[in-house]
């Protein structure tokens, strides 16, 4: 059960290539679906911190979702920041592609909001 509540965003996931395969869902279920994945890997998925560290590079504590930092305090607040400095990006995105479920996160991330920009324009065309 842990490991559910851990990894629910893959879940999430799986539904909505499941819906897309199936033309039959609406335009409410695939925004809703989309809405959750994105969600979950920007602010639940097990990912590493990422946050610069003054003597050894970035700090590699776990943390949860690709936007939040670790326990540290400072850290959230610095990794919330790299997002509005164009200098910090590259910061931002190494420690997006860390390891093998920060790569995991930022691919549902990606494809959680490519979906919902098709969805738009697909219900966009078809009304």
Not at 58 to 82: A, I, P, Y
Request: proline share 2%; charged share 15%.
């Amino acid at each position: 059960m842990k490991i559910l509540r851990r990894y629910w965003g893959l879940v999430a996931l799986a539904l909505l290539l499941t819906a897309w395969w199936t033309t039959q869902v609406g335009p409410g279920v695939l925004y809703l679906l989309s809405g959750a994945v994105v969600l979950w890997s920007l602010f639940q998925a097990p990912a590493w911190c990422g946050a610069s560290r003054s003597r050894d590079g970035f700090c590699r504590n776990n943390s949860r979702g690709l936007l939040l930092g670790c326990h540290l305090r400072e850290h959230r607040w610095q990794k919330f920041k790299m997002l509005f400095y164009s200098s910090r990006w590259t910061a931002f995105s190494r420690g997006t592609w860390a390891t093998p479920s920060a790569k995991l996160a930022t691919v549902s991330g990606l494809i959680g909001s490519v979906s919902a920009i098709a969805t738009g324009i697909k219900d966009f065309a078809l009304s």
